[in-house]
């Protein structure tokens, strides 16, 4: 799991050098392909075979469509998804488009490894995936922005604005492609670096399509939303999961580094915020500022991360042993990689998608290889113009609900910082930032099982689910709980008492 990487651009650039000279040939090949692509209908997506399907149950194999639509031929510019549904007949109307984070990191992971119906297990093989979300909708997986996992561009986006008409372009061509699902309820979910993404995509989907796209509401899953406030809140999440002793979170350096961060945050949340105002009022997305410094994470909070990290270095540990995992604390991780060599099935996967045939059964003509997490998307995003989306959240509040679940045992994207976040928003009727007093957390169970999986609460559109025990990737490891999660969000549970009570699938 690369969330936020290390940085290899100079490796990068050579082999960029090297790579031009081979794409000429396949740059004829490529246009070929993308005149024929103008007349492409859904059937010519559909995917028929992957290796090993057939050793899932035929009644569990899902329906799927797959391969590229064009975004900007100026630029070579192309997405690539992935659609799941099931064969027998659908029992819902709703459409979820799923995107993870990064910025560069491919939504391959959230299909083949987390909230989609097939399982990319160690050998490589493929399984069902137990608590898939496609019982309860079906699936997109979106490659963007372009440059990551399959998705390709000569010219890689550097703002969240571009992202989003990109994503408003993808919407044209998807729909065009499958126009029953234009009828079907939409929405957007995600994780990590999404929590920038899916409410930019949201927000203009209500300013500048909602007649056309029947959006419902944005799921974000450990969402990275407001970045100077989650960092913030890592030292004391850290301390209070006993990751770091007291002297270490009262020495004066951390105790520095979080006066700083907090003295930043505390300057730029009202300046945001107006900028935000006049950017709702007049319908433009662009800032004038005019200063090249990255407006969604640029300061005093940028360290903490890698301090707290270095502080849980045990050298004495084996070697795979000696860090902390920052995306699943209750894990332990070689140093300086931290959680980077994190799932396990990443090198699996990685294999899996390269292979000749995959990329012949998923319409691919093996242009761009596939990495988890790309370096050209991550670092052509520079943000000068585009702020945190969480200045966003109030008006997507006013339009349609949200859900924000949270997996405990992830550090970089923790409970505390989502919490701290909701708790600087104001949102529906409330004239004051943050949950009611009263409004509470219930436990979250589902209909044959008792088993307390989380907790949630709710409050005028706005969803906050904990998972117990769960990574930062929650449907990895807990896909069970997050479709019950996502199911309180779509109203498909009762209560018991203060007890929600989400519906069982039978594979729980
Ligand atoms: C699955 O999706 C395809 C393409 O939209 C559609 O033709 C098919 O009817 C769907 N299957 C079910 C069971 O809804
Ligand atoms: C951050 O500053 C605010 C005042 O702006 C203060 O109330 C709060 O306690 C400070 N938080 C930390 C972690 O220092
Ligand atoms: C939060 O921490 C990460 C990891 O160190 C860093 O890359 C990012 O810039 C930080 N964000 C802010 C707003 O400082
Ligand atoms: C209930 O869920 C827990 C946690 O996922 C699982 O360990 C247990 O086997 C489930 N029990 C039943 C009866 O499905």
Redesign the pocket.
């Known amino acids: 799991m690369m969330f936020l990487k290390f940085q290899y651009i100079a490796v990068l650039t050579i082999l960029q050098c090297i790579a031009r000279a081979a794409v000429i040939t396949d740059y004829l090949i490529g246009k070929q392909l993308l005149n024929k692509r103008e007349s492409y209908t859904a059937q010519d997506y559909a995917v028929s075979t992957l290796p090993s399907l057939d050793g899932i149950p035929t009644e569990q194999i899902p329906q799927m469509f797959a391969g590229y639509v064009d975004i900007d031929q100026s630029i070579d510019e192309k997405y690539f998804f992935f659609r799941f549904n099931k064969t027998q007949a659908s029992n819902n109307n709703r459409l979820i488009f799923w995107y993870n984070g990064g910025p560069g990191c491919s939504s391959m992971d959230g299909a083949l490894l987390e909230s989609g119906p097939l399982f990319v297990n160690q050998e490589g093989k493929l399984e069902y995936k137990k608590g898939t979300w496609l019982e309860t909708g079906d699936l997109v997986y979106v490659d963007q922005p372009a440059g990551t996992g399959f998705s390709e561009t000569e010219q890689p986006d550097s703002e969240l604005n571009k992202i989003a008409d990109d994503m408003l372009t993808f919407f044209e061509k998807y729909f065009a492609l499958f126009p029953e699902d234009l009828g079907k309820e939409i929405y957007l979910g995600g994780e990590s670096y999404a929590g920038q993404y899916i409410p930019y995509f949201g927000a203009r989907i209500l300013t500048q399509a909602a007649d056309k796209y029947n959006l419902k509401g944005l799921i974000m899953i450990n969402g990275y939303i407001y970045p100077d406030v989650q960092n ?1 809140s890592i030292f ?1 999440y850290a301390l209070d999961n006993k990751l770091i002793t007291d002297a270490q979170y009262n020495s004066r350096k951390v105790q520095q580094m ?2 700083a961060c ?1 003295t930043t ?2 300057q730029t949340q009202e300046e945001y915020a107006s900028i935000f105002k006049t950017m709702e009022q007049t319908g433009e997305y662009e800032s004038t500022d005019g200063s090249d410094s990255n407006k969604v994470e640029d300061d005093d909070c940028s360290s903490i991360l890698e301090a707290l990290l270095d502080m849980t270095l045990d050298k004495s540990a084996p070697t795979d042993q000696q860090c902390l995992n920052q995306y699943d604390f209750s894990l332990r991780d070689s140093y300086p990689a931290c959680g980077m060599n994190w799932p396990v099935e990443e090198p699996a996967l990685n294999t899996f998608l390269n292979e000749q045939s995959v990329y012949a059964d998923l319409h691919l003509d093996g242009s761009q290889k596939w990495t988890e997490c790309a370096d050209a998307p991550y670092n052509a995003l520079v943000n000068h113009n585009s702020y945190p989306a969480f200045f966003k959240l109030p008006y997507i509040l006013s339009k349609v609900k949200i859900m924000l679940m949270v997996g405990e045992n992830d550090l970089v994207c923790n409970i505390y910082g989502m919490q701290d976040m909701v708790n600087k928003l104001t949102w529906g009727s409330k004239s004051t930032p943050g949950y009611s007093n009263g409004v509470n957390w219930g436990d979250l169970t589902i209909a044959d099982n008792s088993t307390v999986f989380g907790q949630a609460k709710y409050e005028d559109g706005l969803w906050l689910a904990k998972i117990a025990g769960a990574s930062h990737m929650v449907p990895y490891d807990h896909a069970v709980a997050s479709r019950a999660a996502i199911d309180l969000f779509f109203d498909d549970y009762s209560l018991d008492g203060t007890t929600y009570v989400a519906k069982s699938y039978g594979d729980n």
């Open positions: 913030l004391d979080i006066a907090n945050i505390a």
